[in-house]
C-alpha cells in the first residue's frame, strides 16, 4: 500500500461505494433515486462524513430532504456493512461541479461555433 495513501481515504471510498449502492437498491424514496454521489470526505477522528452528491433535477430542497430523512437508515445499513467502531454522521452536501462542467462546455462549445461562421470580411479578402 502507497504510504501515502492513508486510512481516511480508503475509509471514505468504501462510504461512497456503500451509500451508492444503498441509495440505489435498498431506499424506496423517490426524492433521492435519481442522484450521484460524487465524494465523501472523513474528518480525523471519523466523527463525520460530508457526503457530496448531484443529481439530474439540480439542487433541489425536495433532494436534500429526502438525504437527511434517510440517513439514519443509510448510517445504521453502513454499521451493518463496514466494521468499523465509530461509524461518521453523513452530512449531505449538494456538489454543483457536474453542472458547472457541463455549462463551460457548452460555452467552448459556443465558442467554436462563433469561430466556424464566415464573416462578411473574411470573404472579401
Known amino acids: 500500500m502507497p504510504k501515502g495513501y492513508a486510512r481516511i481515504d480508503r475509509i471514505a471510498e468504501q462510504v461512497q461505494r456503500e451509500l451508492a449502492q444503498l441509495l ?8 433521492v433515486r435519481m442522484i450521484t454521489i460524487t465524494g465523501v470526505e472523513v474528518n480525523r477522528d471519523y ?10 433535477d439540480g439542487s433541489s430542497d425536495a433532494v ?4 437527511e430523512h434517510a440517513s439514519g437508515y443509510l448510517r445504521s445499513q453502513l454499521a451493518h456493512s463496514m ?7 453523513l452530512h449531505f452536501m449538494y456538489d454543483p461541479s457536474i453542472e458547472r462542467g457541463a455549462h463551460l462546455s457548452q460555452l467552448i462549445d459556443q465558442a467554436i461555433a462563433s469561430d466556424n461562421i464566415p464573416r462578411d470580411s473574411d470573404s472579401l479578402a
Open 24 to 31: 440505489r437498491l435498498d431506499v424506496k424514496d423517490p426524492r
Open 83 to 89: 466494521k468499523l467502531r465509530v461509524l461518521p454522521q
Open 64 to 67: 436534500q430532504n429526502g438525504l
Open 47 to 56: 466523527s463525520h462524513a460530508k457526503v457530496f452528491y448531484t443529481s439530474l
